[in-house]
Each structure stands twice: as C-alpha cells, then as structure tokens.
C-alpha cells in the first residue's frame, strides 16, 4: 500500500486543513495563498505523528497505560504529572523509525537548498488541530538535520506535558493522544517586530489601521510591557501619523531561545519601520482585510538579513477579535432608549 | 381547452394551500391588507410564491418573537393572484406589550454588544448550508437524494427567512434609534444629507460584486475584446466572446468568477429565469455597459471622498454632542453604519443565494421529471406545488403533472394580465387609516422599508413632483423611465433613472447613471443606499414619478429640496 503523505509545503496549505496539519501551519499555508510573504518552511501532518506512534507500537502502550488509570487520573494533579513523567520516558525510549527520520531530514534539506544555505536556522513549532494555548513546546535556532528530528520528536512528546494532559482532561478531550502538527520554518533575523490591527480596537474605527511595533522580535509588543511605536494609517490615503516612544527593552534571539535585555541608546528613539515599510504592511493587511471581509489581527517581522520588500515577513493572521465593544454602561442606556421607541 | 376548463371545474389545489387570501375571513384578521409591490409585481410563479409567503411570513413572526418586539409580532401574508400581500400583526393588550418589552431588553442585547460577530455567525451557518446542498450532483443523484435535496432545501429557505429577519429586525431598531436620538439632539432626520453623509462609505458585498465586472470589462479591453463586446446583444454576448480571439481563456475566467459570485436571479425575488452562472447576459451585459461608459469604475473615485466626508461630518456632529453622551452616541452611530452594509449584504448572501439554489433544486427535479414524462419541459416545475412534487418524486414516471401545470399556467398568465391592487381594505377602512395603522405598530421594518416619510409639498418650489431625500445632491439629464429589470440594458450613461423600485439586480446601472426617481422607497431601501455609496442624488416617494415622466424627457432632480422639474414639458 503507497504510505499516506504526511509532510507538506506550505504552499499546498490553506485554512480548511486545520484537522490535517494544525491551525499555525493551515494559517500559514492561507497566508502563502493570500500572497503575503511567510518564512519559507514546511508542515508535518497530524498523521506524521499518528505514524511514529503506530509504527512503533508506542501508541497502543501509551493508550492501555492511560486506560489501567481509568478515572482516578482526574482527580490528582500528582496522577497526573507520574503519567506524564512515564508517558515521556516511553516516547524518549522510543527512536524515530529510520523511514520517518529520513523523510523529515530530506525535507530540512531541500528546504536549506531552497535558501541556499547549509545548516539553515529553523524554528520547529507545534502546530495544534484544536486551541491548546501554551501547553505545547517550540524550539527556536534549529541547525542540522539531525537536531531538526530531535526537536520534532520533542514537540511531539510535549504533548504529553502536564498542563497539557490537565487540560485535555478538562475540557473532556481523550487523554491518551493529541492531534498535533509541526511547523518547521526558516527563522527570521528580527530587526523589528509587532502586530497591524485594520480596525483602531478602542473606537471601532474601521477607517484606519495601526501598526505597533518593536526592535527585535515581537513578544514585547505583544506581552505589553513597552510601549511600542504607534503608527496610524488612514487606509483611503495611506497618511501616515506617528507616534515614536522610547523603547528601552527588547527580546532578542539567543543561542537557546529568547531573552530579554537593554535597547541600544542610539536606537532607543528611532522609529523601529522606514515609511516604506509601513506602506508595505499597510498595503498587505487591507488587501487581507478586503480578502476576508472583517478587520484583520496580524503578526509581522522585518528581516535584518534581506531586502525590502521581501524582508517584510508575516506570521499570523487572523480575524481582528476585540474591535470595539461598548461599555456595559453605553449598551444598557441604548437598549434601554430602544425599548422606549416602543412606547406610544 | 376543454381539458383545462374540466381542471378548473375540479378546483385546482391552490398555489399555497392555506394562505390563499380569503377576504372575509382575512379583512377580519386585519382591515388592510398592502400589496408586496417591490417583491410581488410582476406576479410570482405558484412555486416561487409557496416558498415566499410560507417562510417569508414564518421569518418576520420568527424574528419579531426571538426578539421579542414590544409592539409587533411580525407580519401575516397570503397570496392572491401571484400576489403577495401582508399585514402587521399588532400586539393587543398594555400588558402583554409591558412583558414583551421585558424579553427584548435581554434579546436585542447582543446586537448592541457584538453585532459583527452575531451578523458573521449567522452568517456562516448558512454559507455552510448552501455548501451542503451544492454538494449534490442533481443530473447524477437518484429520485431518493433529489427529493431529499428538495427537501432540505425547502428547510434553508425557512432558516434564511429566520436569519433574514432576525437581523433586519434588529439592525434597523438600532437604525430608528439612531435617527429618532440625530433628530432630538441635532434636529436632524434621516432624509437630511448630513444623516446621509454620517452612515455612507462602507464598502460592501454587492459593490464588490460590481467592481469585480468592472474589472473584466477592461481586461476585455486589453484583451482586444472591446469590439466584439461593443457589437454583440445582450443574449448573444457570452458566444460571440467565446468565438473570438482571447475569448475563450477570458470566458473561462469570467465563469469561475461566476461560480463565486454568481449565485444571483436575475429578478431578486423569482425563480423561473435563469441564475448567472445558468445565463452570463446579465453581468456581460453589465460589462458591456462599463465599457460604452468608458473611464474608471466611479465606486472607487467616489469612495476616498464619501469617506472624507463622512469623517468630517462625525467630527462636526460629535462636537455638538455633549462629552458624557458620546460613549453610546459613537456606539449608536456605528450600529446605524452598520445598518447600510446589511441592508446591501444580506440580499447577496440570503435572498439572491437561497433564491439560486432553490432553482438549482427544483430545475434538478424538473429535468428528472421531464425525462420521466411527468412534465414536458424542466421549466414546468415552476408549476407544481411542493405537495405535487412529493407526491410524484419518487416514481415520477407514475404521474402526469401535465394538466396540473397546463392549469396553473393558464391562471398564473391571468394573474400577469391584471395589476393586482396595491391595498385590500376593509369596507369603511381607508388608505390613511391603513397607514396610520403600520406606523402604530412601530414595526421597525414597515416604517424603514414600506412606509419610510411622505414628502412636503413646498409650494414656493414650483416643483412638478416633489418627494423625499434618499441621497443628497442634484443632478440634470435624460429621463430612463425603467419598469422592470429585463429592461435594463438600455440604461445609457448619463441618464437618471426613474422607476417603481429598485433592487440588488439594479446596482449595476448605478455606476451608468446621474441620478435616481423612484415611486416608493425609505432611507433603508436599495435606491437610496447604494445612490448615496456612488455619490448621486435619490429622490424617494415620488409615488407617480414612473407614470408621469417620459422616457427622453429631460428633468432636473434636488434631492436636497425634495424637487423634481420637469425641464421641456
């Protein structure tokens, strides 16, 4: 029997195959689709790790351990972390059948061709079919093949993290397995990072857009600790107002991950985007918006290492979820005065 | 003819069994009863008028329960020679209205809460429907999955007019609200051009739709198209395209839009003519006229300067209201914003899309039963009853439909000779009562969309008709008096266009014309919403404006003053 496929390139994605690769690879491939530019990369399916857990046996030894537990494992979050524990011993004891490994590494290869490098960096990232916030690993700065199939092996066994099985036993999910997929994407040599929201969140004006963002790479923006540098575009003429701050901290990329530190006094009051590249991500988040009707929640890097535009890099998508809710005080006195245009 | 006269003497069933309008019975319901003339003129088909007055009716009472209306419970219909004619159903007792409004505190809540997300959620659960009853290939599919295809559509259509006005009834409470709070505060109503510049400038689906045609009329130009185009006739256009140069490739592409977009009547509220992907000549026809028009698709040059001005009219109007009320008034605006989109969008998505496959079901049925020799040709389907369609769906090679359809045809041709009145009333009930009696029901979707605000006559105008302002602005040229929409292609550039009403199928023209007269019509109606998006003047309730102006008659329209004069009497 021809084996099912089971790694992608980002290309053949798009938003319905959430259930085959994961919601962060399906956003991925939708983005590629919509022409914005994603770090080159590709997916492995649900069914990669179905494959490991078969063809190895692991599956049904993890499934009959889980099942001698039987309820109890509910009840006590010291169950739950020993069935953790012995759930990652088995996996840890368990090597990748050499046909998966090959396969995997043929396709960091081809991917480093692809970039012309050898030992390209890669980020190797779970990629959940449902929302499992957090609960999953992410391995940044990947080099090689051999470690790129480490680090997918990794992901897979945190599935069997703690609060991850905590929080499948929560929400009534089974217990024994998790439908995960694995992106394993170029990483991104962040000069500066943030979000574009196509909807100012706090007025509900759809009539502009604004960018925020950040030396170095996002998670400053996005945690809230600065206070990124505020761009508002009015979308008709693409004006530009700014508003630069002074940005004293950043995360940047280390040898085993990311860390905090000090912003560089020279760059502390610069703008962290040239007007091109607000142009540009303007221009790339209405098209989005437009493409899908509603204002749009969006992740972009700027590549130190490339030019413009091709340096300009998005990493999630999504529909703008908090455009303007009125206070609870605004919506009683209108359903109130709605009310009375019923009184006669 | 003796075997038609021998049905009638049987009594055929009647097109909807059990909402045939009955005026004793019925005038004891309601006094008055309004002919549904946007949607029911010219006459229904029996089977398009089954599905209409059945959910139509079932949504409006749907929709005015889950929301619990204080004042109305929705709209009763019945059908009378093709007809469709509705009265409101009013809530009786003080206290039965004291303990509805209770409950729509609490249900209108999320419309004013999250309206996005409530539109977008029910928004994709029909989407997913159509889905499901495209899957089905009809010409392959056995006589038990098309029936059950039938059936389920039959079911869309309900949940659609559930949708449908659930949010319509919503949406435009907020729209009234906001109206009623600009005229006590701003001594502003909703036919003054800074209300009108206040919610236009939003892009919307049907436009969408329409820039898209624009699109392809000058990739037709490129593609050295423009010629053939130029010299074909509406109904030969798609095979003259296919037979020259490029027009293969460039028809192929144009389909595939189609297939998207395309799921669309040509008359919105009928089925018995073809859809657009059936039959291209309406939108080709459209891109025909994009390129006698020539220069660029005005939507867009329009658009940066409707949306200028709509900012600088929030600023004016937010600076009069006081600080402690602009936190619900920008709320309340933005809701009345939103009103224009749905009013536009929800025709594409719910009544134009359902309307498509609930032809695509029935013509599936048609050509089964024509191969079976039930009927003679697929079309006839238009007039069998879903009652008749169950009863031979199956076995259909069992039953002759034919007399049933020779019969319905022989009335439903009756019915397209005789205007149907535009009111049945009670004897010693008259016209003025009629209405008095929809604008005490405060039925949001009676005030907003049938009966909307009578004109002022002002004297000192010297007008020749007056009526009221759907889209501020003035505009001078050759009347195009159009009666219905298979008349459309002879709309030329430049001209303003008069008719009874205007819908979804029109929006196209709009990009042609100057202006826009219409018979009836309220702020919320196609005419003026999409005349204020492309920026030209809309004179609403001219009542006598298609019978009284000639086409090629040059008339000036104020819609600013209410005025239109007629220039070479």
Known sequence: MMSKKWIYSLDELGQEH????????????????????????????????????????????????????????????????????????????????????????????????????????VAVRSSGAVSMPGQMETYLHVRGSAEVTRRVREVWESTFNTRAISFRLEKGMQVDKAPIGIAVIRMVNAKSAGVVLTVIPTTGDVDHAVIEGNWGLGESVVSGE??????????????????????TRWVVSTANGTAKADVPVDLQDMPCLEDDEIRELARIALHVEKHFGVPQDMEWVVDKDLPFPESVIWVQARAAKFTAKPKEADTDYITDQMARLFRR | MTNVLQHDAMRLVPAVPGFEFDAPVDLEISPAWF?????????????????????????????????????TKGWDWRFKNGGGYLTVLLVKSEEERRQREERFRVAIRPFVANYDELWRSQLDEMLGLYEGLKKLDLDKASNIELLDNFEQTINVCRRMWEVHMYMMYGTYTAYILFENMCRELLQIDDSHPLFHALITGFDNKVLQVDKRIWEFSQKAAKLGLAGVVLHSEPNELAAKIE??????????????????????????????????????????????????????????????????????????????????QRGWFTTLLRLAQKSGVFSEEHDHY?????????????????????????IDSADDIFFV??????????????????????????????????????????????????????????????????????????????????????????????????????????????????????????????????????????????AAIVGREYGIPVLLNVFVGSQQIKTGQRIRVDANLGALYVLDK
């Open chain 2, 385 to 526: 009853i879903p009652e008749e369609i169950r009863k031979a769906a199956l076995n259909p090679d069992l039953f002759n439909l034919r007399p049933t359809v020779a019969s319905r045809r022989a009335e439903w041709q009756e019915w397209c000779k005789e205007p149907n009145p535009p009111v049945i009333l009670k004897e010693g009930f008259d016209m003025d009562q009629a209405i008095g009696m929809l604008v005490k029901s405060s039925d949001p979707i009676a005030l907003k969309v049938v009966v909307g605000s009578m004109p002022v006559v002002r004297a000192e105008l010297k007008a020749d008709l007056y009526g009221t302002c759907g889209s501020p602005g003035v505009a001078e040229g050759m009347a195009r008096v159009i009666l219905s929409e298979d008349q459309l292609a002879d709309v030329q550039p430049g001209e303003i266009l008069v008719a009874a009403t205007t819908s979804p199928s029109w929006t196209p023209v709009f990009s042609l014309i100057k202006g826009v007269v219409v018979d009836r019509g309220a702020s919320l109606s196609h």
């Open chain 2, 350 to 374: 719910l009544d134009l899309y359902t309307h498509a496959l609930m032809r695509r079901s029935a013509m599936g049925i048609g050509r089964r039963f024509a191969s079976a020799g039930a």
């Open chain 2, 243 to 324: 037979a020259a140069p490029n027009g293969p490739g460039f028809m192929a592409e144009f389909r595939e839009f189609l297939n998207e977009d395309g799921w669309r009547m040509q008359r919105m509220s009928e089925m018995n003519l073809p859809t657009w992907i059936e039959d291209p000549a309406p939108p080709l026809t459209n891109l025909k006229q994009f390129l006698v028009k020539g220069g660029g698709f005005n939507l867009e040059e329009e658009r940066a300067k409707i949306g200028k001005r709509r900012e600088e009219a929030e600023k004016e109007v937010l600076a009069k209201i006081a600080p402690e």
């Open chain 1, 18 to 121: 959430a259930d085959l690769v994961g919601r962060k690879c399906a956003n991925l491939g939708e983005m590629t689709k919509l022409g914005m530019r994603v770090p080159p990369g590709f997916a492995i399916s649900v069914d990669g790790f179905e494959k490991y857990m078969r063809e190895t046996g692991l599956g049904k030894r993890i499934e009959a351990y889980f099942a001698a537990l039987g309820e109890d494992l509910k009840k006590s979050i010291q169950k739950q972390m020993e069935a953790s524990a012995a759930a990652k011993q088995m996996m840890a004891e368990t090597p990748l059948p050499a046909s998966i490994a090959d396969h995997i590494e043929r396709s960091y290869e081809a991917l480093c061709a692809g970039c012309s490098a050898t030992g390209l960096p």
């Open chain 2, 35 to 71: 002919l549904d003339a946007t949607h029911s003129v010219p006459p229904w088909t029996p089977l398009f008028g089954w599905f209409w007055i059945n959910f139509c009716r079932h949504g409006m009472q749907y929709g005015a329960e889950k929301l619990s209306l204080p004042t």
């Open chain 1, 226 to 247: 600065i206070t990124p540098d505020n761009f508002i575009i009015h979308k008709a003429s693409l004006a530009i107002e700014k508003k630069v701050s002074k940005k």
